[in-house]
């Protein structure tokens, strides 16, 4: 990676602090579209030659994406009528950002074609502005149901695309395509950002495992972010449906849990692949994530027991 690329990677992850620390919704959606225009660069720093035209397809999604937030943020933001015409018109364009139904359609193609740093920044720190964007959503406008609605079909839509690859990139994008209606159910139940956290530190072990292809790491990232046991994104599954269940909102949870039923046999599927048929050339990720995982399940452990 050159100077100018590192540069561009830095900026991807100083955009969505830009956004969350803004007062402004304006200046909120400026950071954002800061981060999409230094992705740019990035989509071209890979070996694939469709690099150009997944670029061009990003560009094409993000950019209806962002003209549908500003025409229908300037009127929910500053109230100007009251419409539920606007607010789904928001909604939809948060959905395309984020890639939850129905805007999912773009992430499997586009994921696939891609470098592992480019998949890292496109399904790791960009998502964080859109989805403090449907957290304001959900707080300042009654669109909760809506916003359960979507996840919990994103959820499942997301285990069922990804039952159907065969490549690691395509799966890794329909797994990002569930754990996003997992946030945005999250969103609803007012718990994201734990979630989410959890979600990227994972991802970018993961990434970073595939870069120095270390299957060992990867094959029980693989595991982690499938959210079995004693792993930490269990506990953040488990925290969504406890919430979801406290609620009252019992359908919910049993799709929930249908979804990542699901999702948990393409997860083993490609753990089995890796793991059995793979050379090891494992460094430190092992040690380091099992040491992480470990840590958080003490952390979160004598969290609950100070709650009670």
């Known amino acids: 990676m050159n100077s100018s690329n590192l540069l561009f990677f830095f900026v991807c992850l100083i955009s969505p602090v830009i956004s969350l620390s803004s007062s402004d919704w304006v200046f909120s959606w400026i950071g954002m579209e800061v981060g999409m225009i230094s992705l740019f660069p990035l989509l071209m720093m890979n070996y694939f030659s469709s690099s150009k035209e997944s ?18 943020g300037i009127i929910f933001f500053n109230n100007i009528e009251q419409m539920n015409m606007i607010s789904y018109l928001f909604l939809m364009s948060l959905s395309l950002k984020l890639g939850i139904f129905p805007g999912h359609f773009w992430v499997p193609s586009l994921v696939n074609s891609l470098s592992w740093v480019s998949n890292m920044m496109l399904l790791g720190p960009l998502k964080i502005a859109p989805m403090g964007f449907l957290s304001m959503l959900v707080l300042n406008n009654n669109m909760m149901f809506v916003v359960i609605i979507l996840g919990v079909f994103s959820a499942i839509i997301g285990s069922i695309l990804g039952n159907n690859q065969t490549s690691i990139r395509s799966m890794i994008g329909s797994s990002s395509i569930s ?11 007012g718990y994201i950002w734990g979630y989410m956290l959890v979600y990227l530190i994972i991802l970018m072990f993961m990434f970073l495992s595939l870069h120095m292809l270390d299957y060992l790491s990867f094959s029980v990232m693989l595991l982690s972010l499938s959210g079995l046991p004693p792993f930490i994104m269990f506990l953040m599954k488990m925290k969504v449906l406890l919430y979801s269940l406290f609620s009252l909102e019992y359908i919910i949870f049993v799709m929930l849990i249908l979804s990542s039923i699901i999702s948990l046999n393409f997860y083993l599927k490609f753990f089995y692949s890796y793991f059995l048929t793979k050379k090891w050339n494992s460094k430190f990720l092992f040690s380091i994530f099992c040491f992480l995982n470990l840590l958080g399940i003490t952390f979160s452990c004598f969290f609950e027991c100070n709650l009670q």
């Open 179 to 189: 754990h996003s209606g997992w946030m945005c159910v999250g969103v609803s139940f």
């Open 55 to 72: 670029m061009m397809k990003y560009f094409l999604i993000q950019s209806l994406a962002s003209v549908m937030m500003f025409i229908s």
